[in-house]
């Protein structure tokens, strides 16, 4: 199985919610990454988890919280989002945190902020 | 300037014909990733190079490490490979690490036309 799964497809939610993306491999994959991507642009790193512990935050606004539940399981959890964070988000894993593997990404969540 | 560059933006090409996207890159690097995304979806990753050469079935990438340049080839192209292509590389850090933050191209967007 080298599927990265990721739910719900799309996500339309108003500025007062809170909603939460989930994510999941079973590749026995050690490094678990979200991604932002807005049109035409290339993705931007959010969070990696590196044996389901945070390893890097680039800088993220709070409102995004990503949790990793156990090694195949990464959520990001939404609150108080603002309409410029609607984007396409991608989840990605690999073998290890090592940028010399490959990254495997799923199919990501499109999210509406309105 | 951008630390990768890719050339072109966009391509047009008639089916069956050769393709090539460049990329070249200003930092030195662990790997090279090149990736596939198809309108609206999830990315794929396509090759990740450290050296030489890989083929997989009609697509072949080379790289040139002293010149910091990379090419993806496409032979017999179709309209199926109709994406946008994007090159990004894993950074070597200051104490000769590898992981964190790939730094991505803008992609080159490819239109085979039948």
């Known amino acids: 199985d080298t599927e990265v799964t990721q739910t719900p497809k799309h996500l339309v939610m108003g500025m007062t919610n809170k909603k939460s993306l989930k994510c999941e491999q079973h590749?026995?994959?050690?490094?678990m990454y979200w991604y932002k991507q807005k049109a035409k642009k290339p993705p931007e790193l959010m969070f990696v988890?590196?044996?389901?512990?945070?390893?890097i935050n680039e800088s993220v606004p709070s409102r995004f919280s990503p949790e990793c539940p156990n090694s195949s399981l990464l959520n990001l959890h939404l609150h108080a989002l603002q309409p410029e964070d609607s984007a396409l988000y991608l989840c990605?894993?690999?073998?290890?945190?090592?940028?010399?593997?490959?990254?495997?990404f799923g199919p990501g969540t499109r999210l509406t902020v309105t | 300037k951008n630390e990768v560059e890719q050339s072109p933006q966009n391509l047009t090409a008639q089916e069956g014909e050769f393709i090539t996207i460049n990329c070249s890159y200003s930092?030195?690097?662990?790997?090279l990733h090149w990736l596939q995304q198809h309108p609206g979806g999830g990315i794929v990753s396509l090759f990740m190079?450290?050296?030489g050469k890989k083929k997989h079935g009609r697509l072949i990438a080379t790289i040139n490490i002293q010149e910091k340049h990379s090419s993806l080839h496409i032979t017999a192209s179709h309209p199926r490979d109709s994406a946008v292509y994007i090159c990004?590389?894993?950074?070597?850090?200051?104490?000769?690490?590898?992981?964190?933050?790939?730094?991505f191209g803008k992609g080159t967007k490819l239109s085979v036309k039948p």
């Open positions: 990605a894993s690999s073998q290890g945190p090592s940028l010399t593997y490959e990254q495997y």
């Open positions: 590749m026995g994959h050690r490094a």
């Open positions: 988890y590196s044996y389901e512990k945070l390893s």
């Open positions: 930092v030195g690097i662990s790997a």
């Open positions: 190079l450290s050296s």
């Open positions: 990004a590389v894993g950074p070597v850090l200051n104490y000769g690490g590898s992981q964190g933050n790939l730094i």
